[in-house]
């Protein structure tokens, strides 16, 4: 079935450093592509998304680009702020059937000020 | 504030017994989805509803059900309760049941079970 693969956290960095959380995907059709963040103690929020290759989504600073080749979706900022510290969740759905959303592991990434 | 909301926020119970969790989606939006959230399995699609009917399940096991009302509110049933069934459970709701549409998530109703 389809799965998504994301880098081992948790991750920590400084203000203003770069930030890369990698992400792959396996899957069986053509799927759209999301990355979520969970604040502490709150719900999911979709932070961006992407829905055919080569899409790059972009929000708040942060950048995705659907890569078909390398089935990844890897998530990019030039410069990360303390407020930033969340849990990032990749996160594939197929555009066929049904609209569940399969999700990787989690993220933890924490900025030190 | 993502519009969807769940009750009740925090939920602690006994082995054996049965909860049922709340959750209302956005105004206007048709589907609903349960999603469970735990340290072991992450997280993980439960069930869809689209209008009132059932469309999509996922790894959701015979204890639990779900239904959709015709205000479009959904309940999510689970009964026998096991320890395994502490876990954190988000409600999500999006105008569509397919297709790439967002899907706006809950604060979640965490539940612990002793």
């Known amino acids: 079935g389809d799965s998504v693969t994301q880098m081992e956290g948790p991750v920590t960095l400084s203000e203003e450093a770069f930030l890369t959380i990698n992400c792959t995907y396996t899957a069986t059709g053509y799927p759209s592509l999301f990355w979520y963040v969970q604040y502490p103690g709150e719900g999911l929020q979709l932070l961006l998304k992407?829905?055919?290759?080569?899409d790059k989504g972009s929000n708040k600073g942060f950048e995705a680009t659907y890569r078909k080749e390398t089935t990844s979706f890897h998530l990019e900022k030039g410069s990360v702020q303390v407020s930033d510290s969340a849990v990032y969740f990749c996160?594939?759905?197929?555009?066929?059937?049904?609209?569940?959303?399969?999700f990787g592991q989690g993220t933890r990434l924490t900025i030190n000020p | 504030d993502s519009g969807v909301t769940q009750t009740p926020k925090h939920l602690i119970t006994a082995t054996g017994q049965r909860v049922t969790l709340r959750c209302s989606p956005r105004s206007g939006d048709l589907s609903v989805y349960w999603y469970q959230q735990s340290l072991d399995q992450g997280l993980q699609f439960l069930i869809q509803?689209?209008?009132?009917?059932?469309?999509a399940k996922g790894n959701i096991l015979e204890r639990f059900s779900a239904q959709q009302f015709p205000d479009l509110h959904s309940e999510l049933n689970l009964s026998s309760l096991e320890l395994g069934d502490s876990a954190l459970y988000f409600c999500?709701?999006?105008?569509?049941?397919?297709?790439?549409?967002?899907?706006?998530f809950g604060p979640g109703t965490r539940l612990t079970v002793t």
């Open positions: 999500a709701s999006s105008s569509r049941d397919r297709g790439s549409y967002e899907q706006y």
């Open positions: 509803y689209y209008n009132g009917e059932e469309r």
């Open positions: 996160a594939l759905s197929e555009r066929q059937g049904a609209q569940k959303l399969v």
């Open positions: 992407a829905t055919k290759a080569d």
